[in-house]
């Protein structure tokens, strides 16, 4: 079985503050996929990042980072700088294959301005 | 290129009703996913189609809710009766490539309809 455990439920933040969002996983597949998905108040879920369990890079984008440990088990994402336009509930997802994802609980950020 | 669609965006019914849901995939996406998301919960999937084949409806509660994807493009969710714990956003995604025992794609989502059972 597989399981993503996101234990921050809500966070605030103020504006230009650095947050970042807390991912643990267990699977016993040793191929699987992390993902992050950003989900504003429109509903939509959007996809952010896909990472398999044989990259261990650490990846920018912008403002956005994704620090992948397997050793802690663990998938933490970071926005700098943030911005209001990052309130959202984020996501983190697995899956160990066969394309069924599971997906984490969510963390609602709140970015203030 | 155009996203998911799912009609419609909302709907309210009356437990014991029935209620319907449609997705339109990206186009050329083999794979089709149904997912329920309970208020202040992730995405729980429902049924994973493969074309028009079923891959997984493990967690489908099938003594009311039933899925058909006939032509391998659009799909239908349906509901009948609707009870109390339906009240949820459906959401409807696509991923592009066929299922491998190792490869998982990314999932591409659409707006989701939210469904309210009174």
């Not at chain 1, 921050?8 to 191929?31: G, N």
């Not at chain 1, 926005?79 to 209001?84: D, E, G, L, R, Y």
């Not at chain 2, 014991?16 to 309970?38: E, K, M």
């Not at chain 2, 079923?54 to 969710?77: H, I, M, N, W, Y």
Request: with cysteine.
């Amino acid at each position: 079985a597989q399981k993503v455990t996101q234990a921050q439920t809500e966070i605030s933040v103020v504006e230009k503050e650095d947050v970042t969002l807390d991912c643990v996983y267990e699977t016993r597949d040793t191929t699987y996929y992390l993902f992050w998905y950003k989900q504003p108040p429109s509903g939509e879920l959007v996809f952010l990042i896909r990472r398999n369990s044989f990259d261990e890079q650490n990846e920018i984008s912008g403002r956005y980072s994704w620090n992948f440990q397997k050793s802690t088990s663990s998938f933490n994402f970071t926005i700098t700088a943030s911005q209001v336009v990052d309130s959202a509930v984020y996501f983190c997802a697995l899956s160990g294959g066969y394309q069924k994802v599971t997906f984490g609980t969510g963390t609602k950020l709140q970015v203030i301005p | 290129e155009a996203g998911v669609a799912q009609s419609p965006r909302y709907k309210i019914i009356e437990k014991r009703q029935s209620v319907a849901f449609w997705c339109n995939p990206i186009s050329g996406h083999a794979t089709l996913y149904w997912y329920q998301q309970i208020l202040g919960q992730g995405p729980k999937l429902l049924i994973q189609f493969q074309n028009n084949g079923v891959v997984d409806d493990s967690q489908l509660p099938k003594d009311r809710f039933s899925a058909e994807r006939l032509k391998g493009v659009d799909s239908t969710l349906k509901i009948q009766p609707a009870k109390l714990e339906d009240s949820a956003v459906y959401l409807c995604a696509s991923s592009p490539f066929t299922w491998t025992r190792t490869r998982t794609d990314t999932q591409y989502f659409g707006p989701g309809t939210r469904l309210t059972v009174l």
